[in-house]
């Protein structure tokens, strides 16, 4: 796949992702402050990048009391090439938790993006 069709690609399955995603729980996303976001954000590419399946890595947001880990669940290639991770991800935010499955593919600029 050419990298201009699998970024217009990824962008599709991102918006379609962060739609469903939060229909389970929106609260519990929407809950999240901005450096709750960052700091997940950071940690969901520092895990895929570099974590074992079944490896969990932990954040903790000290401003807002929010945390959150993330397991790599699945590592594997996709038909056109691209490696891809199946993950978990667990929020605590506000007294309320939940438990999310997303899946991820490495663009050609070394980012995971979820699908």
């Known amino acids: ?3 201009h069709a699998l970024a217009v690609t990824i962008a599709a399955f991102q ?3 962060c739609a469903s995603l ?3 729980d929106p ?3 929407q809950g999240l402050a901005e450096s709750d976001v960052a700091l ?4 969901v590419q520092t895990t895929l990048e570099n974590a074992p399946d079944g490896a969990t890595r932990r954040w903790s947001n000290r401003h807002t009391g929010h945390s959150g880990e993330v397991t790599p669940l699945r590592t594997y290639v996709s038909e056109q090439g691209y490696f891809c991770r199946d993950y978990r991800e667990e929020l605590a935010v ?3 938790s939940g438990r999310f499955y997303h ?3 490495r663009d050609d600029a070394a980012r995971w993006a979820w699908l």
Do not use: K, W
């Open 1 to 3: 796949m050419r990298p």
């Open 15 to 17: 918006l379609t992702a």
């Open 22 to 24: 939060t229909a389970g």
């Open 27 to 29: 609260a519990l996303y």
């Open 40 to 43: 997940a954000s950071q940690l």
């Open 94 to 96: 506000a007294g309320s």
């Open 103 to 105: 899946t991820a593919c």
